[in-house]
């Protein structure tokens, strides 16, 4: 596409626009780790089955609050004896991660708590994060635009004219605020508790959405 040249007749402003908004996270997600540990292999399959299902069974029980739940990994490992010759085996051990991603502040406070007081359960999270299709998104591009707009009327009132028209807008890139790891918490449990604890109180962690817009315009020709 070829863009016309400023002239003195038609003068030309570049100006960048940016948007920036401070909200509420749309959705958290945990990643949760069942461990199994034993001498016999049947048995801490057995046991890592068991406990797998127990877990994802209470995530299910959440209902439409929970968004996505994905197993990410699984591993069953042998163990080496610490001394001995060959290739002895001492037991062996073996874990699931799972990832969970609710959209429900409330039930996540409940569901962490309840995870870690499984046995043998690792939770590590939350992460919190926006909806792609969130609408933070595109109001932080009409902020951008509407930045653009402001900018380039200034520099044309500081100069005694007025925008003619828009010649052209590009996107420069939106950055929506990623899950931060600083957030997040680890708890692991590796006995049964004598009462289920109570839920912790998460407080979720805003987050930040910004867009950036390059704009040219066209100007009357000012009386210099």
């Keep these: ?15 960048r626009g940016e948007g920036r908004l401070e909200v509420e996270p749309e959705l958290a997600r945990i990643g949760v780790s069942v461990r199994a540990r034993g001498t016999d292999r049947a048995s801490v399959l057995a046991a890592l089955t068991s406990r797998n299902a127990e877990a994802i069974a209470l995530v299910k029980s959440y209902g439409e ?12 490992t042998p163990e080496p004896a610490r ?12 874990w699931v991660h799972l990832s969970v991603e609710l959209t429900d502040v409330t039930a996540l406070g409940e569901l962490v708590t309840r995870l ?8 590590d999270g939350p992460w919190w994060s ?4 969130s609408p933070a998104h595109a ?5 951008a635009v509407r930045d653009a707009v402001r900018r380039a009327r200034e520099y044309a009132e500081a100069l005694g004219t007025s925008l003619v028209a828009l010649l052209e807008l590009s996107d420069t890139g939106l950055a929506p605020g990623a899950p931060a790891p600083a957030g997040g918490m680890r708890m692991a449990f590796a006995a049964e508790a004598v009462e289920a ?15 950036e817009v390059a704009a040219r315009f066209t100007m009357a020709p000012p009386a210099l």
């Design 1 to 15: 596409m070829t863009h016309p040249h400023p002239t003195p007749e038609a003068p030309q402003v570049t100006v």
């Design 83 to 94: 001394h001995g010759r060959g290739e002895r085996v001492r037991g062996y051990q073996g």
């Design 197 to 211: 604890p109570a839920p912790l109180d998460l407080e979720p962690q805003r987050q930040t959405v910004t867009a």
């Design 65 to 76: 609050a929970v968004a996505a739940l994905e197993t990410g990994a699984l591993s069953v």
């Design 116 to 123: 870690a007081d499984l046995e043998w359960t690792r939770v």
């Design 139 to 143: 109001e932080a591009r009409r902020q």
């Design 130 to 133: 926006l909806r792609p299709d």
